[in-house]
């Protein structure tokens, strides 16, 4: 608390940047980030829906829209 209320009150644009990132990098070793579940990147599309192009971004499989149709089977 006392190196935010140092960086706060510090007029000196330098110093107070140096204040910031020594409280940065306590704060840094304090935390720790872990990844607890990856999201697939699932499409649910009928067969007979042909030239569907999965994109390998989730939530953008639009990319290709206009090439889509619809037939008993695909090729």
């Not at 000196?12 to 872990?34: N, W």
């Amino acid at each position: 608390m006392q190196q935010r209320q140092l960086g706060n009150e510090s007029v000196d644009s330098d110093q107070r940047d140096g204040v910031y990132r020594e409280l940065q990098h306590h704060v840094a070793q304090q935390f720790y980030v872990e990844p607890v579940f990856i999201a697939a990147n699932v499409s649910l599309v009928k067969p007979t829906l042909c030239n569907f192009k999965a994109w390998p971004q989730a939530g953008s499989n639009l990319w290709n829209m206009a090439g889509w149709y619809v037939a008993p089977s695909c090729p």
